[in-house]
């Protein structure tokens, strides 16, 4: 118990570290700060989501006694609360009801993996709603400090915008932080997963990630955050963040099923390939993708193709 508290707290000391170097304003602190919850996350995966909760507790006092109560609040929001509630997800299994029949190594039925994307996603909303609401309780205040940020960064640099391109820049910002807080922790749990794999330490299969699915109700989430896009004012930003969020988690849903529909072909590396290359390229592919994402989810894209194709029998010796 002593070594796991040991543990923890050098946990939390290194992501209060991580979180502290954006003070250095050097081009690193950039990449520390969104990585300041993978310590604290992987702490939650090895030592139990106990360890998160004794690193976050002991980050969050290290950051009051350095920056003050404002911005510790900011740390336990970001960083301390989610690495303790998804590493607490992750571990979260109950007995399978048919274990005599799926043998001992599939006794417990784990977290869903789709569910604990929609809690990112969640999580996710908070950390962008919140930092929008700082900037203003209203929309004209909300797109006034954002269009100064712009013009600020790009007269830094010696660029000049156009007034179109910068209403463009204003209008998907809120979008933008949305999906990347969801990919930021999306990776920080799925590094800290990797992480303690390697170590031997992850008291839990590794989950198929090709069969993840989101909850039914996500669908309908995303079609009614998107019809509330067009009602005007804050609801309208608020909306536009919730559909940023559930159109990346969809998006990740939809690279699911491309690893589903391509396992039989033979160049089936150069095809995933290609398609994660051209997403990487231009960002409006992830649109395509997203909606590959919700077709599987009304159609049932997966099922309809392992009906056509029934996985292989598990061989006996492994």
């Known amino acids: ?39 604290l996350m992987v702490a939650g995966l090895v030592w139990g989501p106990l360890g998160a909760a004794i690193g976050g507790i002991a980050a969050t006092s290290v950051i009051a006694s350095l920056f003050g109560f404002s911005y510790c609040g900011v740390f336990a ?53 919140a930092t929008l609401l700082i900037m203003g309780t209203d929309a004209a205040s909300i797109h006034a400090t954002i269009r100064k940020g712009w013009n600020d960064l790009f007269e830094t640099s010696g660029l000049a915008l156009s007034d179109s391109t910068l209403d463009a820049l204003v209008v998907i910002t809120p979008i933008g932080a949305e999906m990347a807080a969801v990919a930021m922790l999306t990776l920080n749990l799925w590094l800290a997963a990797k992480i303690a794999a390697a170590s031997g330490r992850l008291h839990r299969p590794w989950p198929d990630l090709k069969s993840m699915t989101l909850p039914n109700v996500t669908v309908a989430a995303l079609f009614a955050a998107g019809a509330c896009c ?10 536009q963040v919730v559909t940023g969020g559930l159109s990346i988690a969809y998006a990740m849903a939809g690279f699911a099923v491309l690893h589903t529909l391509t ?23 992830l649109l395509a993708v997203a909606l590959l994402g919700i077709a599987d989810a009304v159609f049932g894209l997966r099922e309809r193709y392992w009906r056509e194709r029934p996985p292989p029998l598990p061989n006996p010796e492994n």
């Open 1 to 39: 118990m002593i070594a796991t508290i040991a543990i923890a707290l050098a946990a939390g000391l290194a992501s209060a570290l991580m979180f502290a170097s954006i003070t250095s304003g050097e081009a690193i602190a950039l990449l520390l700060i969104n990585l300041a919850p993978l310590p």
């Open 77 to 129: 929001v970001v960083n301390a609360l989610p690495a303790w509630w998804l590493a607490h997800l992750v571990l979260l299994a109950r007995p399978r009801t048919d274990a005599a029949t799926t043998g001992p190594d599939k006794a417990l039925e784990w977290y869903p993996v789709g569910r604990t994307l929609l809690w990112i996603v969640v999580f996710a909303t908070i950390i962008t709603t």
């Open 230 to 239: 067009f009602s005007g004012g804050l609801p309208s930003i608020l909306a």
């Open 263 to 285: 396992l039989a072909m033979k160049s089936r590396a150069l095809w995933l390939g290609c398609a994660y290359a051209v997403v990487a390229g231009f960002a409006w592919a």
